[in-house]
């Protein structure tokens, strides 16, 4: 089955603790992209992946890494979380090669809480 | 950052009433335009994609239409049912990023 996996899928963590959301694909497609979602703000995307080892800064990637060292795997790393990460992540991936209007396929979201 | 705006930001209709929202965008350099489906709960699910002034597209009782011109893309739904409560957001791309920027989506609520 075509999907994107996110874990965890709820966490609850401290101030300055660093975590890692993970996220796989098995479509085999270029792009993938790190979306956060908070009331009224819509999708802000906070990083992007036009393929393996090219990474780029979204609208909102303030306190936010990633890395894309293989094809399927785009994981969403935050040094040192503050409570205004609070959020709900999504990632999504799409099979765009240059200039290609692919539709985005989303994970599932996954809660994160920063006490 | 695009500029993007959906209106109303919320809508509630009775089950059966046909109902439009608004998606509007910079017309400037406009490449393509995403509509996506999101139940609560779920995550955005693709409905289109639409690239080409006056394009029209159409799934089951859902269709949408775009005006790059002017920079609006219309959703309609005809006949609508509870189970076509969600958001609906809308993604434009320009060609200077070929990236999507979303919309904070419009929330329509159909009560049976």
Redesign the interface.
């Known amino acids: 089955e075509a999907q994107v996996t996110q874990n965890p899928r709820y966490l609850i963590t401290v101030t300055g603790k660093k975590l890692t959301v993970t996220c796989s694909q098995n479509m085999n497609h270029e792009y993938m992209s790190w979306y956060r979602q908070d009331p009224g703000l819509g999708l802000r995307q906070i990083y992007y992946s036009m393929n393996v080892e090219v990474t780029d800064k979204g609208d909102v990637p303030e306190g936010y890494k990633v890395s894309r060292k293989e094809k399927r795997n785009f994981p969403l790393i935050l040094e040192s979380p503050s409570p205004n990460q609070t959020s709900l992540y999504f990632c999504a991936s799409s099979l765009r090669g240059s200039r290609n209007t692919g539709e985005l396929f989303f994970g599932e979201g996954s809660r994160l809480t920063v006490l | 950052?695009l500029n993007v705006e959906q209106s109303p930001q919320s809508l509630h209709v009775q089950e059966g009433d046909s109902t439009n929202f608004t998606c509007s965008f910079p017309s400037s350099n406009f490449?393509?335009l995403?509509w996506?489906r999101w139940e609560t709960a779920?995550?955005?699910?693709?409905l289109f994609?639409m690239?080409l002034n006056g394009d029209e597209k159409k799934k089951g009782r859902i269709s949408a239409t775009l005006n790059t011109k002017e920079g609006y893309s219309y959703l309609y739904i005809k006949g609508s049912q509870p189970e076509d409560s969600a958001t609906y957001?809308c993604?434009p791309?320009s060609g200077g990023s070929?990236?999507?920027?979303?919309?904070?989506?419009t929330s329509l609520i159909v009560h049976p």
Do not use: D, M, N, Q
Request: hydrophobic share 35%.
């Open positions: 950052i490449y393509a995403h996506y779920k995550s955005p699910e693709a994609v690239t957001l993604a791309e070929y990236i999507p920027t979303f919309g904070r989506g």
